[in-house]
Antibody, heavy 123, light 108 residues
Framework: EVQLVESGGDLVQPGGSLRLSCAASGFTFSSYWMHWVRQAPGKGLVWVSLISSDGSTTKYADSVKGRFTISRDNAKNTLYLQMNSLRVEDTAVYYC????????????????WGQGSLVTVSS | SSELTQDPAVSVALGQTVRITCQGDSLRRYDASWYQQKPGQAPVLVVYGKNNRPSGIPDRFSGSSSGNTVSLTITGAQAEDEADYYCESRDSSGNLLVFGGGTKLTVL
């Protein structure tokens, strides 16, 4: 069974740091691009960041660029999101998601999601 | 604001057909996916690409596209289909991803 389990969410003060983890199991983690998606309370889904299967390519939404760093450890089947200089507006449930595809040219889609980890930024 | 635009809310009578739309310039070039999210739960993929459903998704869910608009159609809506629905695709640059603002579907 494919599983993605996030952890690390917490209450943190503005300007603080936090690292989220996403433990993957039930599939060949090193074969998939992985993403982080967040959802502020009562709001919609927002794409945050992606990392290629081998970790060589990373991309970020403008709202987190320069503050967040995505990484992965394929030996540990784990995805990470290091979040620095946190702001109140970063408060959200953070989901890790697996990017699936029907071939190298797509279509592409998020076919597996974790249950989410809540990050609250407040003084 | 999102580069993909969805109606905030749509309603449908039980057993009737409803179409949820998503508009954006990037949709002329890139495929979209649709996700269903119920309160307190993670999103679930319901349709991807031109019109593909993952295993386990009922065939009353279908997708279509025309120009800068993609649509999710539920034919014979059921009470359990009441949820938020999000489209997802590339942004206008093609380099990043973006979600639509979401549509809250109410089944009457």
């Amino acid at each position: 069974e494919v599983q993605l389990v996030e952890s690390g969410g917490d209450l943190v003060q503005p300007g603080g740091s936090l690292r989220l983890s996403c433990a993957a199991s039930g599939f060949t983690f090193s074969s998939y691009w992985m993403h982080w998606v967040r959802q502020a309370p009562g709001k919609g889904l927002v794409w945050v960041s992606l990392i290629s299967s081998d970790g060589s390519t990373t991309k970020y939404a403008d709202s987190v660029k320069g503050r967040f760093t995505i990484s992965r450890d394929n030996a540990k089947n784990t995805l990470y999101l290091q979040m620095n200089s946190l702001r109140v507006e970063d408060t959200a449930v953070y989901y890790c998601a697996r990017r699936g595809s029907r071939g190298s040219d797509g279509p592409f889609y998020f076919d597996q999601w974790g249950q989410g980890s809540l990050v609250t930024v407040s003084s | 604001s999102s580069e993909l635009t969805q109606d905030p809310a749509v309603s449908v009578a039980l057993g009737q057909t409803v179409r949820i739309t998503c508009q954006g310039d990037s949709l002329r070039r890139y495929d979209a996916s649709w996700y269903q999210q119920k309160p307190g739960q993670a999103p679930v993929l319901v349709v991807y690409g031109k019109n593909n459903r993952p295993s386990g998704i009922p065939d009353r869910f279908s997708g279509s596209s025309s120009g800068n608009t993609v649509s999710l159609t539920i034919t014979g809506a059921q009470a359990e289909d009441e949820a938020d629905y999000y489209c997802e695709s590339r942004d206008s640059s093609g380099n990043l991803l973006v979600f639509g603002g979401g549509t809250k579907l109410t089944v009457l």
